[in-house]
Nanobody
Framework: QLQLAESGGGSVQPGGSLRLSCVAS?????????????IGWFRQAPGKDREGVSC????????NYADSVRGRFTISRDNAKNTVYLQMNNLKPEDTAVYFC??????????????????WGQGIQVTVSS
């Protein structure tokens, strides 16, 4: 069973940077591999719905960003390391949330609705505050 683990969260001042990592494991020989899964980053702030932040297709050729983070965040992946990254620059207080990575076994897909993803990590806190 596919498992996802986020790391790299923490507290930072406005204008600062963080890089989140999502490591996938639990692949079964003969079943889907890392290069078969679209991966997304999502976030949920207290009292708000979970929202898509950025998503990347299985090969990395297609990416998707929320308007609120476009130009500040960059998603990338290294399938050889079973890892997807989210580089977050110029962080703002409104970026404060629990960040989740999620996967769906749909090659070529890069949509960013949380309802499309069926494997989720536990989440990691990101706090932006002065």
């Amino acid at each position: 069973q596919l498992q996802l683990a986020e790391s790299g969260g923490g507290s930072v001042q406005p204008g600062g940077s963080l890089r989140l990592s999502c490591v996938a494991s639990g692949f079964t020989l003969g079943d889907f591999g890392m290069d078969d899964y679209a991966i997304g980053w999502f976030r949920q702030a207290p009292g708000k719905d979970r929202e898509g932040v950025s998503c990347i297709s299985s090969t990395g050729r297609s990416t998707n960003y929320a308007d609120s983070v476009r130009g500040r965040f960059t998603i990338s992946r290294d399938n050889a390391k079973n890892t997807v990254y989210l580089q977050m620059n110029n962080l703002k207080p409104e970026d404060t949330a629990v960040y989740f990575c999620a996967a769906v076994g749909t090659p070529g897909f890069s949509g960013c609705s949380p309802f499309a993803y069926d494997n989720w990590g536990q989440g990691i806190q990101v706090t932006v505050s002065s």
